[in-house]
Structures are given as structure tokens and as C-alpha cells.
């Protein structure tokens, strides 16, 4: 497949997904949320304690599909996120599985509160 301005709006929104569709580089977005200015490597290996080489390829996995931006900066390289909205995006997401996961745990309450069905042996 190319990757020309004629590929799909639905297939280029499914490679970035793909590129979020781990927890580790979940876990650095959060980060970089969080910190809101340009983080140190350093850092984002301190908060996560993901092997370096590990880290490295997930970061470059994020900076690949433009979710986030590297600047070198004497021997530290910083990463910060390319856009504003990823930050929403991943609270959306969060709001999304908090709402799924509550309302599994009331249909589990509303389960348990159902009458046997017949006698245990």
C-alpha cells in the first residue's frame, strides 16, 4: 500500500492507533502529558524502568507515526508530544474505560443479586 495523500483517512487513522496500541508507549504519553514541557529520556527511564533499547524502539515507534517530537539537546534528548489533542485523546480513552469498567462491575452487582437456579451438590 502507498503511503500518498491517497491512502485512506481510515487506514492512516488505524496506523496510528496501532502506534498507541502498546502500554509502555501508553505509559509515556502519559508521562509527557503529564509533564507538559519537553521530558529528558532520563526521565521517561526513571518513571517507567523499561529497558533503554526497549524504550528507544518504542519512542521511535511514537515519533515515526508524529505522536511525538525528539530535540537533542547537548548529550540529553528531550521528547515532547506533536500535538495538544493527543493529551485529550488519552483522557477520552481513560474516560471511556473508566464508564465500560463501571458499568461490567454493575452488571456483575446486578448478577449476584439474581436468585439461584437450582440446588448446588
Do not use: W
Request: charged fraction near 25%.
Amino acid at each position: 500500500m502507498s503511503d500518498g495523500p491517497e491512502r485512506p483517512l481510515y487506514e492512516i487513522k488505524a496506523n496510528l492507533f496501532k502506534a498507541l496500541a502498546h502500554p509502555a508507549r501508553i505509559r509515556v504519553l502519559e508521562i509527557l502529558c503529564a509533564s507538559g514541557e519537553p521530558t529528558p529520556v532520563s526521565d521517561i527511564l526513571a518513571d517507567t524502568a523499561i529497558e533503554p533499547t526497549l524504550l528507544s524502539q518504542h519512542l521511535a515507534v511514537l515519533k515515526r507515526h508524529h505522536v511525538v517530537r525528539a530535540q537533542r539537546v547537548g548529550n540529553a534528548v528531550f521528547y515532547e508530544l506533536t500535538h495538544p489533542k493527543i493529551s485529550e485523546l488519552l483522557v477520552i480513552a481513560r474516560t471511556f474505560l473508566a464508564d465500560t469498567l463501571g458499568a461490567q462491575r454493575d452488571q456483575l452487582e446486578t448478577f449476584k443479586r439474581l436468585p439461584p437456579l437450582g440446588r448446588s451438590q
